[in-house]
């Protein structure tokens, strides 16, 4: 698990979990969301961002943007063809299904790649 913290005042404020897709691909959580992809190319170097939230009073404040840039600065750093999301179609309960807004991962350029039922699968190329 490799995960990113933000903070504001010596208290966590915020928290992304990206890995190498690889890794997720064993997760029960990670089988929820894609056991309709079987597409998957061990060949690609993919970063998942497979959860990311920011606490509630804290939004609107600029940190799930500098926390998500911050992820892509340092996938394009390792090496990484790739980024995925995988925000809901609906919106949900944020502290069950915490995986970041849709109109956030839009703005960073992030395109639709696929649908699974509840998910979009939101990829950009690095």
Do not use: H
């Not at 490799?2 to 966590?12: D, P, R, S, T, W």
């Not at 979990?17 to 056991?35: E, M, P, T, V, Y």
């Not at 993919?46 to 606490?55: E, H, M, R």
């Amino acid at each position: 698990m490799q995960g990113y913290l933000a903070y504001c005042e010596n208290k966590v404020v915020g928290w992304c979990n990206a890995n190498r897709k690889s890794d997720c691909l064993k997760c029960g959580g990670w089988q929820l969301i894609s056991k309709n992809d079987k597409a998957y190319d061990p060949n690609l170097k993919i970063k998942s961002i497979f959860c990311f939230t920011v606490a509630p009073d804290m939004r609107r404040k600029g940190i799930a943007t500098q926390l998500l840039s911050y992820v892509c600065e340092e996938a394009i750093q390792n090496g990484f063809d790739y980024i995925e999301a995988y925000p809901n179609k609906r919106e949900s309960n944020v502290y069950y299904d915490y995986v970041g807004p849709l109109d956030l991962y839009k703005k960073f350029g992030f395109a639709l790649y696929k649908e699974t039922d509840q998910r979009f699968v939101m990829r950009k190329r690095l």
